[in-house]
């Protein structure tokens, strides 16, 4: 069934996730491997995994957890904090669960999140962001928040191509640049590179277009964000592929901004999807003043972290924000929010974040009478005010609970929806 590991325990258990080229091919008791993280990752973890395997179990199936290590815990295992064992489980398993990691000081990764997307290639970072009944929230009308953010995860500066100021590999970039290219670089400066190629843009833009027109029922457009007026053959041409993907590839099912006010009178098409472009720093403004206006978001890798944590600050910010990570075939989900070190153990925090990233894993499985349990027993959570302390002091009359209590009153909260 699975492959030998030196120091993961396979559950006796459950079956493997398989992939025939195009799809999932899912057992009613997949085997799915867990790493539960460093920080609040050991109080997060446990009641989110508590929380999905009773809904998978009262909706006909069950999941069984398979830990796998990373960030501290690997180190202590292992010796090293990104152990190939780890990678190998989750690339042949296919879908995994993740807690937040902490990238040590000299862990000799420039982050140990972004070195998991890359290894197993997960290119797109896919960040729902919508609005729980109940959440306080800076904005009058916080529920037309429904967006989905798909940002590309493997280039862009956070390729981590850089050279710090004064070491030799600096001055040979800055030599190179002057001699070659006629472009001077300050000496005291540190230098980056900014990768944006036309492979990794399209297969973001595929994958935004695809899930649009998975979901045409709720959603209807797919906004490019960059900032190409200024970053003409990175951030430019990332606009540039993107339409050619959605003009070249998908027929009278997409058409593009221009040609549904030229055309169409700006009536959109029934069952088509419109792609339109924003630009970056423009789209932190249409967030808040034109928020409804926007359904599917495409961006790269800087861009979008800016907008999805902007997005989530308007529907009550990081703490609960979920996040996925996906390749052809593969998934790793985790919530947005970091390790938090100085409340690890406290069963204090919020574990809605790590929740709804598995509700996230979840639909990226199929089950979706599942994962709409997941979500109705954790609003109807929050909207009874049994909460944990970070909405409790936003809150009047509420009940503040601890994080695993929360985890078992959303259990509870579920026989009202089955």
Not at 121 to 129: G, H, N, Q
Not at 222 to 237: D, R, W
Not at 385 to 397: F, S
């Amino acid at each position: 069934m699975t492959g030998n590991y030196e120091k993961v325990t396979v559950p006796s258990e459950g079956e493997k996730i398989g992939w025939d080229g195009e799809n999932l091919l899912v057992p009613e008791e997949p085997v799915i491997p867990q790493l539960e993280g460093d920080g609040i990752g050991t109080d997060v973890s446990p009641a989110a995994k508590k929380v999905l395997k009773e809904a998978a179990q009262k909706t006909g199936h069950d999941i069984h957890w398979m830990s796998v290590h990373a960030g501290e815990t690997a180190k202590e295992i292992y010796g090293e904090y990104l152990p190939e064992e780890t990678l190998e489980a989750i690339r042949e398993h296919r879908v995994a669960l993740k807690g937040p990691l902490t990238t040590p000081v000299g862990g000799g990764f420039h982050s140990l999140n972004v070195a998991i997307r890359q290894k197993l290639d997960l290119y797109a970072c896919v960040r729902p962001v919508y609005y729980l009944d109940g959440v306080p929230s800076p904005m009058k009308t916080p529920e037309e928040m429904d967006m989905v953010v798909f940002r590309e995860n493997t280039e862009d500066l956070y390729a981590g191509i850089e050279w710090r100021r004064g070491t030799d590999e600096a001055r040979t970039v800055r030599s190179f640049l002057k001699e070659k290219l006629g472009t001077e670089i300050d000496s005291d400066a540190g230098i980056g590179l900014k990768p944006i190629s036309e492979r990794a843009t399209k297969k973001l833009v595929r994958k935004a277009i695809d899930y649009a027109l998975d979901h045409r029922d709720r959603y209807q457009y797919v906004t490019l964000v960059h900032k190409g007026n200024i970053m003409k053959f990175t951030e430019g041409a990332f606009r540039d592929w993107g339409y050619e993907v959605a003009e070249e590839e998908y027929g009278d099912e997409v058409i593009t901004e221009n040609t549904l006010w030229e055309e169409r009178e700006g009536e959109v098409p029934e069952d088509s999807v419109v792609v339109n472009d924003r630009l970056a720093d423009n789209m932190l403004q249409q967030l808040l003043t034109r928020t409804s206006n926007y359904d599917i978001i495409a961006t790269p890798n800087l861009n979008g972290d800016y907008l999805s944590d902007a997005a989530a600050g308007q529907v009550g910010g990081l703490g609960i924000a979920p996040g996925s990570n996906i390749g052809d075939g593969r998934g790793v989900f985790e919530p947005t929010h970091g390790s938090a070190p100085k409340y690890a153990g406290q069963d204090k925090v919020n574990p809605t974040g790590e929740i709804l990233s598995g509700r996230i894993m979840l639909q990226y499985l199929g089950w979706d009478e599942t994962q709409q349990l997941v979500k109705d027993a954790l609003e109807q959570t929050i909207k009874d005010k049994t909460v944990t302390y970070d909405i409790h002091r936003q809150i009047e009359g509420g009940e503040k609970v601890k994080c695993s209590e929360f985890a078992e009153l959303v259990v509870e909260n579920m026989d009202s929806f089955v």
